[in-house]
Nanobody, 124 residues
Framework: QVQLVESGGGLVQAGGSLRLSCAASGRTFSTYRMGWFRQTPGKEREFVAAISWSGLSTYYANSVKGRFTISRDNAKNTVYLQMNSLKPEDTAVYYC?????????????????WGQGTQVTVSS
């Protein structure tokens, strides 16, 4: 069982930056693939970024490629999402997800564990 707690969300102006963190419980964090997803009211949750257990492989949605960076620190049981050049359309609740597989995945259904989410609001 893995518990995930996101932090770092908030209100930022367009063009600004935020760094989200996701702290995971459990001793086997280093063997889990991790992902970030986001959701806005009335829309389905969408993939943002993912990272393999080792951190060597990363995956991004086209909408965030070049602006967002996913990383992980297995010693701290934490995954990060650095978000730069934020746009109003990035406004959403951001969720951290984990799954006991090694390679990253962009598919929401392949993640077993989810955090409660953290709100990111980008003003124009």
């Amino acid at each position: 069982q893995v518990q995930l707690v996101e932090s770092g969300g908030g209100l930022v102006q367009a063009g600004g930056s935020l760094r989200l963190s996701c702290a995971a419980s459990g001793r086997t964090f280093s063997t889990y693939r991790m992902g970030w997803f986001r959701q806005t009211p009335g829309k389905e949750r969408e993939f943002v970024a993912a990272i393999s257990w080792s951190g060597l492989s990363t995956y991004y949605a086209n909408s965030v490629k070049g602006r967002f960076t996913i990383s992980r620190d297995n010693a701290k049981n934490t995954v990060y999402l650095q978000m730069n050049s934020l746009k109003p359309e990035d406004t959403a609740v951001y969720y951290c997800a984990a799954d006991p597989q090694t390679m990253g995945s962009m598919r929401e259904k392949e993640y077993d564990y989810w955090g409660q989410g953290t709100q990111v609001t980008v003003s124009s």
